[in-house]
């Protein structure tokens, strides 16, 4: 139950206008509100043997998409399920496990085995992208829009946060023949320092039909998630990969960043077997609640350098020896400049595109 706060005592001696500004603020920092989640509740809620069972494969503004042994149904979400103070922007995500009523109303939501979620746009609320899913695939690409290391990172904590395989895809290689050398340079010590995580990366082109079996190979029979940037050709991999139709952009004139076609995550069903999550493209990616130790436990290159501090960030710390081991070249400064992008967001606790939002607000 929400702790209520009492000032009864406090009230006789301070104005009524200072009294309410103060519980306020108490109430605002009260935090006991976000200890009951929709799954605490659901738990409490007795399954109805005539509700039908689905999954949720669209969201869109008329409601919830839920495919029930093949028929897609058009669901509602019951009113409890909306008055529960949670830190989740969204509530139900594509991939839930539901129950739903005669009048198709959602008023169950079963256990999740794992989740891909981001920080929303206001940066106080956790937005789920898809959920029920076996693996990631983090789509980038080599150039326009260019590969950025961090974001991968970033999409590489999310995933081991939610319990799932990340698997890194890399998109639009036939543009390396006319890249120049630092974009070229770039993708080999990429590939180079990535590989060594033990992660599957593929290299392919959507354009030259490069690589197309060995990405169908590994999507046949598992339940996967695209995401990534946008411009760096998600959906185009799908269509070429399975006769899809999806819509497909480009890139923004005189930004080079890539434009949103798809607008709302889908669950697409796979010829020959498997389930794929399609997703908007993003432009900053933010770990929820991104703690120091999830990206100090990430870059475990780092950490197994001797520095003569136990505590250090290798940041400018004497005796550093990450530092020395980039001096030298043995850790590659691509990893360390991943590094201190995802540590500067653990410790002010805000992502890019909130230190941009800021910045313009203040400007």
């Not at 960030?313 to 991943?338: F, M, T, W």
């Amino acid at each position: 139950m929400t702790r209520e706060y009492d000032f009864e005592e406090d009230f006789h001696g301070k104005d009524r206008k200072q009294w309410r500004k103060e519980r306020k603020q108490a109430q605002a920092t009260d935090r006991s509100k976000f200890k009951k989640t929709d799954v605490e509740k659901k738990t409490r809620i007795e399954i109805d043997p005539s509700w039908g069972r689905g999954r949720v494969v669209a969201i869109s503004g008329e409601g919830f998409w839920v495919d029930s042994n093949g028929t897609r149904i058009l669901c509602s979400l019951k009113g409890f399920f909306k008055k529960e103070k949670v830190e989740t922007k969204n509530i139900l995500a594509v991939g839930d496990l539901v129950r739903f009523t005669s009048e198709y109303a959602i008023a169950y939501i079963e256990d999740r085995y794992s989740f891909l979620a981001r920080t929303d746009i206001s940066g106080r609320k956790e937005q789920l992208i898809a959920v029920n899913i076996d693996q990631a695939i983090i789509a980038i690409s080599v150039v326009n829009p260019a590969l950025k290391p961090a974001l991968v990172d970033r999409y590489l904590i999310a995933a081991a946060k939610g319990n799932i395989q990340p698997i890194i895809v890399i998109n639009k290689t036939d543009l390396l023949e006319e890249a120049s050398v630092e974009e070229q340079d770039r993708y080999r010590e990429f590939l180079t320092e990535y590989e060594k995580l033990g992660i599957p990366i593929l290299s392919l082109s959507a354009e030259k039909l490069t690589g197309i079996d060995a990405l169908r190979s590994l999507l046949k029979d598992k339940a996967s998630v695209f995401s990534g940037q946008s411009g760096v050709g998600k959906s185009s991999l799908l269509n070429v990969a399975y006769g899809l139709k999806l819509k497909t952009g480009g890139l923004a004139h005189k930004t080079f960043k890539g434009t949103h076609t798809t607008t709302t995550a889908e669950l697409l069903s796979l010829p020959g077997g498997g389930y794929c999550v399609d997703t908007p493209g993003v432009r900053s990616f933010g770990v929820w609640k991104l703690k120091k130790e999830e990206v100090t436990g990430h870059f475990h290159d780092l950490a197994e350098q001797k520095c003569k501090f136990q505590d250090c960030q290798h940041i400018n710390e004497p005796d550093c020896g990450v530092l020395k081991a980039i001096e030298e070249g043995h850790i590659s400064k691509i990893r360390y400049e991943s590094y201190r992008t995802l540590l500067d967001e653990a410790i002010g606790r805000t992502d890019n595109r909130t230190k941009r939002k800021e910045k313009h607000e203040s400007d």
